[in-house]
């Protein structure tokens, strides 16, 4: 990656989750590779006819009882001090009438990807731009069910998504000093709408700059060994929130979680790949989750979990 970034040769990648598989593709690569990106500056996607067909959408959520075991032993953790917040995610089988390649092309979403019938995501989250030498990112803690009265107002002034949201700024504005300097935080608990066919969701989002360390200029992969695990699908601190995330899941990742970026020659604009669809054999999983601090109630991270479980297809 840093080769071709310090050439100022155009490339996607993907890195997942613990950093072990890290894919890239030039440009002149990307379409036989079988991907689809829409990225917000950089698309590959054609016109695609409207979707006639009535949607189905059947998940499978796993049981309380079953939510609660790898909930209690990150609490547990939290209640030890390994921990102050820790993202803890599931794996659900959802049913759906509709392909990968469907769900793609019909999401309305900021970061998009298709490959090769193995996954498809919709991300609504930012994870580092890097334009004319500065770099910003924007973390994405709390979420509520945008019918609820004043949602927004809810949210913002919600004790424990506020801690989250404190957590994971304090976390990537540190992240960001190993590459960066002159951090700051620009803007601070902004709210966005995002639109879906199961409901509408509010979340809560951050935005942090710096400049880019003269060391770090043009290196795009050396960057992104410092900033990964990103902080806001991992908790605080990193090393040891990895350990109990790795123990209360029980389930592997994968690309979910992980990022991938589209660097144009000069700047880049890269993702978290959240709001994950995966097939396995025939079946299709969605990955999805949420922070829990020691002020979490289990209802209602079970809640939140499966709020997450949507196609934003209107």
């Known amino acids: ?10 490339y ?104 090769k019938d193995f996954f498809v995501f919709f991300s609504p989250e930012t994870f580092v731009k890097i334009i004319d030498g500065k770099i910003l990112t924007y973390p994405m803690k709390g979420t509520i069910d945008a019918s609820l009265e004043n949602a927004a107002e809810v949210l913002k002034n919600d004790k424990k998504e506020k801690a989250e949201h404190y957590t994971v ?3 990537l504005r540190n992240d960001l ?25 509010y979340a809560m989002s951050s935005e942090i700059s710096g400049t880019v360390k003269p060391e770090f200029e043009g290196k795009i992969g050396s960057m992104m060994k410092k900033l990964l695990p990103a902080g806001s699908i991992l908790g605080a601190p ?27 020659g000069e700047n880049l604009d890269s993702c978290v790949m959240i709001r994950f669809i995966e097939k396995e054999g025939d079946r299709l999983y969605f990955k999805s989750g949420g922070g829990i601090t020691h002020m979490s109630r289990l209802e209602d991270e079970y809640q939140e979990m499966k709020n997450k479980i949507y196609v934003p297809i209107h």
Not at 88 to 94: A, S
């Open 1 to 10: 990656m840093d080769e071709l970034s310090l050439q100022k040769v155009p």
């Open 12 to 115: 996607f990648f993907m890195i997942d989750f613990l950093a072990g598989n890290v894919e890239i593709y030039p440009e002149n690569e990307i379409e036989k590779s079988g991907l689809l990106i829409d990225f917000q500056t950089f698309s590959n996607s054609k016109k695609q006819e409207e979707l006639t067909k009535k949607i189905e959408w059947t998940p499978f959520p796993e049981t309380l009882k079953s939510f609660k075991e790898g909930f209690d032993k990150v609490q547990k953790n939290i209640r030890l001090g390994n921990s102050y917040l820790t993202n803890y995610t599931r794996k659900t089988e959802v049913q759906t009438n509709l392909s990968l390649e469907e769900i793609f092309y019909h999401s309305i979403a900021k970061y998009k990807v298709f490959y």
């Open 169 to 171: 700024v304090d976390l």
């Open 177 to 201: 000093s190993m590459v960066a300097d002159d951090v700051k935080v620009d803007q601070f608990q902004h709210i966005d709408l995002i639109r879906t066919q199961q409901k509408d969701l």
């Open 238 to 264: 990193k090393p040891k929130t990895l350990e109990i995330i790795l123990d209360a899941e029980g389930y592997d990742r994968g690309y979910y979680t992980g990022v991938c970026g589209w660097f144009d």
